[in-house]
């Protein structure tokens, strides 16, 4: 059973920067894309950045970033450790919110597996 370990969140003042970390876990699938969501109290969860294979070794890879976010967040992986970390610059407190990590399958259009989540707290 694949699982998705979260970490990284906490509270961090305007301007300040933190690093999610989210970690694949048993289990062995073909995961195309990996992604960080967000979703502050009462309102839907949306995608901040995206990291998907070029080469099936994910040697090459594109990414991907809300507007809201670029320039200020990064999105990279880590293959040794079935890693992809999210770090984030020049936090404000529009950036507060649960933070998940997703992966999608190779041959699929949605993601089908999710951390716990993770929660990032900007003040002000």
């Known amino acids: 059973q694949v699982q998705l370990v979260e970490s990284g969140g906490g509270l961090v003042q305007t301007g300040g920067s933190l690093k999610l970390s989210c970690t694949v876990q048993?289990?062995?699938?073909?995961?195309?894309?990996m992604g960080w969501f967000r979703q502050p109290p009462g309102k839907k969860r949306d995608i901040v950045a995206s990291?998907?294979?070029?080469?099936?070794?994910?040697?090459?890879?594109?990414?991907s970033y809300a507007d809201s976010v670029k320039g200020r967040f990064t999105i990279t992986t880590d293959n040794a450790k079935k890693t992809v970390s999210l770090q984030m610059n020049s936090l404000n407190p529009e950036d507060s919110a649960v933070y998940y990590c997703?992966?999608?399958?190779?041959?699929?259009?949605?993601?089908?597996?999710w951390g716990q989540g993770t929660q990032v707290t900007v003040s002000s």
């Open positions: 997703g992966a999608r399958l190779a041959g699929q259009t949605n993601y089908d597996y």
């Open positions: 990291i998907t294979r070029i080469s099936v070794s994910w040697s090459r890879s594109w990414t």
């Open positions: 048993g289990g062995t699938v073909d995961i195309a894309s």
